[in-house]
């Protein structure tokens, strides 16, 4: 079974940036979108952002103008640049791509904001 492997996690003063990397350990057919959800310590897991097979993103309000998310589709791989990072972003981030019948998640990966 595919395995999705993040990178790109760790501490980092408020203001800085991170960019977080997912790549699949082997071929996805017929991928529907890629994208990053987050979870804070005592909360449920959110939204962030995706980028659909035709190449749209949406983002969640909280990440707009500071997150971007990219792809390479030859890597099987998706990104996260991470911008004017806040303390409320501190949280394990995930990825996950959906596909024609099914859907994958990565392990996580832990960002730390500090003030």
């Known amino acids: 079974q595919v395995q999705l492997v993040e990178s790109g996690g760790g501490l980092v003063q408020a203001g800085g940036s991170l960019r977080l990397s997912c790549a699949a350990s082997g071929s996805i057919l017929n991928i529907i979108r890629m994208g990053w959800y987050r979870q804070a310590p005592g909360k449920q897991r959110e939204f962030v952002g995706d980028i659909t097979s035709g190449g749209t993103t949406n983002y969640a309000d909280s990440v707009k103008g500071r997150f971007t998310i990219s792809r390479d589709n030859a890597k099987i791989t998706v990104y996260l640049q991470m911008n004017s990072l806040k303390p409320e972003d501190t949280a394990v981030y995930y990825c996950?791509?959906?596909?024609?019948?099914?859907?994958?998640w990565g392990q996580g990966t832990q960002v730390t904001v500090s003030s």
């Open positions: 996950n791509i959906v596909f024609w019948g099914g859907s994958v």
